[in-house]
């Protein structure tokens, strides 16, 4: 079966670094579904997000360029900044996040030391655990792997399955995952498109993290994401300083008169004492007009 998760073929290289990235089973086989998956159904078609219906739900909450939303899970909220320059999965999680797709989702892939992970839709349905980590929204994300988004503690990346089954590197259509450690996840640099980061709350992250869980890592206790909802009061901030910049750029500021040249300077004084003797003799014009007509 084919799974949604992070480490894809890398699996090996993340279960040798501390023994931190992945659970065993009790024989030492490696749990992670991903070491074996096969290509036995059909790959999801890979479409890009619809902009009619982005614009119109996104345009009721004014998001700005970069906008802001509140993961509100089960044990804290963790703030997150979408980035404009993977607009593909900015525009998908903000669609799926305001319709309210990720409402009552689990995170259902905890690795302490190393990232947290939810996103799946089967997740609401326990009768379906061995599925969790298979669902999505139908569809897959061309990928925008931007090499200065880097694994950073708190970045907000987009699971995929495996390079063998997924050469293309698409994303999930909805699945998601951030980093707890990133000494842990530099080897998913360059593999996996990064669309954010975290702003507030790694605590959070980190609490979650450390979660028991079992030999497939998924918390004994669920950890549920309530909602995930722009934050209002930033994006209308972000908002304004984009405003603001916009018409700085439509209006730029009048550049300083350059200083006056040394012949720029002489004919300014020549004009000057010009005007003053056409004073002068205006005025001795009309003195001379009023004297002779008093002697008339």
């Not at 749990?31 to 159904?41: C, P, R, V």
């Not at 998001?63 to 804290?76: A, C, K, Y």
């Not at 205006?282 to 007009?289: A, E, M, P, S």
């Amino acid at each position: 079966m084919k799974r949604y998760a992070i480490l894809a073929v890398l699996v090996l290289a993340a279960v040798s670094c501390g023994g931190r990235h992945g659970k065993q089973d009790g024989d030492g086989a490696a749990a992670d579904s991903l070491a074996t998956e096969t290509a036995e159904k059909p790959k999801p078609k890979s479409i890009a997000p619809k902009t009619d219906s982005l614009a119109k739900v996104a345009g009721r909450n004014q998001l700005p360029q970069e906008p802001i939303f509140d993961i509100v899970t089960s044990m804290g909220t963790i703030r997150v900044k979408l980035y404009k320059d993977t607009p593909k999965h900015r525009d998908n999680f903000t669609r799926l996040a305001l319709t309210h797709y990720y409402d009552g989702v689990l995170f259902h892939r905890v690795i302490d030391g190393f990232m947290i992970q939810g996103g799946d839709p089967f997740t609401r349905d326990t009768t379906r655990i061995q599925e969790w980590g298979e669902g999505g929204p139908g569809y897959t994300v061309d990928a925008e792997i931007v090499p200065e988004h880097r694994h950073k503690k708190g970045a907000l990346a987009a699971a995929r399955r495996s390079n063998l089954a997924n050469p293309m590197k698409e994303s999930s259509g909805s699945q998601f995952y951030l980093v707890q450690d990133s000494t842990n996840c530099q080897h998913l640099n360059g593999e996996y498109t990064v669309f954010g980061e975290t702003i507030g709350g790694l605590n959070v992250i980190d609490r979650i993290a450390r979660v028991s869980t079992d030999r497939f890592d998924r918390p004994l206790s669920p950890v549920t994401i309530r909602r995930i909802e722009p934050n209002t009061q930033m994006n209308k901030r972000a908002l304004e300083e984009e405003l603001r910049a916009l018409e700085a750029f439509d209006f730029p500021d009048q550049p300083e008169s350059a200083p006056a040249t040394a012949q720029e300077e002489n004919e300014t004084v020549e004009l000057e004492v010009q005007t003053q003797i056409d004073s002068s003799v205006l005025r001795g014009r009309k003195l001379k007009h009023r004297e002779s007509k008093k002697s008339n």
